[in-house]
T-cell receptor, first 114, second 116 residues
Framework: NAGVMQNPRHLVRRRGQEARLRCSPM?????VYWYRQLPEEGLKFMVY????????ESGMPKERFSAEFPKEGPSILRIQQVVRGDSAAYFC????????????FGSGTRLTVV | EDQVTQSPEALRLQEGESSSLNCSYT??????LFWYRQDPGKGPEFLFT???AGEEKEKERLKATLTKKESFLHITAPKPEDSATYLC?????????????????FGTGTKLQVIP
């Protein structure tokens, strides 16, 4: 069982570019969650998805950020026109069907905007 | 809104020196309280789930306890490999109109350093 796979591990983007972060949940898991972590801050919830559905996006900025979890393939967190303040570690977690707690986290993608 | 406050922010212990980490929470109906360990550059690793006051869970040198307002993570005779940031998180029961789901809210963590 490969666990939750995130790629890339590190991503550098210039201001104004797009960032695409990918997350493949654990085998058998159908719930995906994205969190953002800034230095010296806690994990901040962004969005919760199930296959082809966004369940809760209350933590995601309404502009420039979007997320999807298609029927086939990984979940994608997309940040358009990145700014320096988007620099952070982005973590994806997953849980099995019928259980939306006790997550398994990936190793994260560290986004640096220069 | 659910709130989680962890203390201390940082803790430095000598190897073998037992101590406790605190997690105070405010939530409207606790469904579960979770402890995670996070090593530098890695994602959080799940440790325990506690569901009701009085419950205790143990794993090696770690023991988690829960009251109605806070949780403690007791570390007995810690070793250098226990050095990490320990995160506490809570989830409330879904309420009518929430779609059957409540997000998990994390605290900012306690950074533990165990000196040989």
């Amino acid at each position: 069982n490969a666990g939750v796979m995130q790629n890339p591990r590190h991503l550098v983007r210039r201001r104004g570019q797009e960032a695409r972060l990918r997350c493949s949940p654990m085998k058998g898991h159908s719930h995906v969650y994205w969190y953002r972590q800034l230095p010296e801050e806690g994990l901040k919830f962004m969005v919760y998805l199930q296959k082809e559905n966004i369940i809760d996006e209350s933590g995601m900025p309404k502009e420039r950020f979007s997320a999807e979890f298609p029927k086939e393939g990984p979940s994608i967190l997309r940040i358009q026109q990145v700014v320096r303040g988007d620099s952070a570690a982005y973590f994806c977690a997953s849980s099995p069907p019928g259980r939306d707690y006790g997550y398994t986290f990936g190793s994260g993608t560290r986004l640096t905007v220069v | 809104e659910d709130q989680v406050t962890q203390s201390p922010e940082a803790l430095r212990l000598q190897e073998g020196e037992s101590s406790s980490l605190n997690c105070s929470y405010t939530v409207s109906g606790l469904r579960g309280l979770f402890w995670y360990r996070q090593d530098p550059g890695k994602g959080p690793e799940f440790l325990f789930t506690l569901y009701s006051a009085g419950e205790e869970k143990e794993k090696e040198r770690l023991k988690a306890t829960l009251t109605k307002k806070e949780s403690f993570l007791h570390i007995t005779a810690p070793k250098p490999e226990d050095s990490a940031t320990y995160l506490c998180a809570v989830q409330a029961y879904p309420f009518l109109g929430s779609g059957g789901y409540q997000k998990v809210t994390f605290g900012t963590g306690t950074k533990l350093q165990v000196i040989p």
